[in-house]
């Protein structure tokens, strides 16, 4: 389950599992950057865990799931 947010400068969405087992996976995706959020229970912090990508690096992630084990390059063509 997830739900998205449309914003002037951002997409912002949330997956959530929905079995309860794993915290909330927040994507805050906009022109230059990708931000993934996601709560970590152990720590008792109301900080989040951050990692920085690409929209490149995020689409290539994207793409990755559909293909077999090997190394690809992914070229996109601008509008």
């Known amino acids: 389950?997830?739900?998205?947010?449309?914003?002037?400068?951002?997409t912002i969405t949330t997956v959530l599992d929905e079995e309860g087992n794993y915290e909330d996976?927040?994507?805050?995706?906009?022109?230059?950057?990708?931000?993934?959020?996601?709560y970590n229970d152990a720590t008792f912090e109301d900080v989040p865990d951050l990692i920085s990508i690409s929209p490149k690096m995020f689409k290539d992630m994207i793409?990755?799931?559909?293909?077999s084990e090997g190394l690809f390059i992914t070229k996109y063509k601008l509008p």
């Open 25 to 38: 996976l927040i994507l805050d995706i906009t022109d230059e950057v990708v931000y993934i959020r996601q």
């Open 1 to 10: 389950m997830f739900t998205n947010e449309f914003d002037f400068e951002s």
């Open 63 to 67: 793409q990755a799931m559909n293909h």
